[in-house]
């Protein structure tokens, strides 16, 4: 067996800059801050308002644009308007109406997941702080 020589050219130079990006550092740190779910190690309690913030601002806003949508569809089929700005706001009207509705359903789902996640982690460190008592007896 034999080994295939590289040209120079195909050959990276570990002091190039593409080198540093085709290693990229595992540290700790850089894991921690690069995941996408809240840390690890934080075992800090939360404030309802830091758990749920998310939501109510979803909500709020779905309800908002939902009311205005509806306000504007009323005004189209109440008020005497000319006949173009009456088409205009008979087609805006039901499009805020629905994007409104489609944020508030977003925002009333996303409260069970976030309660079935907070009752999966009480379940975990539950088991985590049994398996730790029970291993170092």
Request: charged share 20%; net charge positive.
């Amino acid at each position: 067996m034999t080994m295939e020589v590289l040209p120079k050219a195909l050959e990276v130079d570990e002091k190039s800059p593409e080198s540093k990006d085709l290693l990229p550092s595992q540290t700790a740190s850089s894991l921690c801050i690069s995941s996408r779910s809240e840390s690890v190690w934080t075992t800090t309690p939360r404030s309802n308002w830091e758990i749920y913030r998310k939501p109510i601002i979803i909500m709020s806003v779905g309800s908002a644009t939902l009311l205005f949508g509806v306000a504007i569809t009323c005004l189209a089929y109440v008020l005497n308007l000319n006949p173009k700005t009456t088409t205009a706001l008979k087609m805006i009207g039901p499009a805020f109406l629905s994007l409104g509705l489609m944020t508030l359903v977003c925002g009333l789902v996303w409260v069970p997941i976030i309660k079935k996640k907070q009752k999966q982690r009480q379940k975990s460190s539950f088991f985590q702080s049994l398996k730790f008592f029970i291993l170092n007896r």
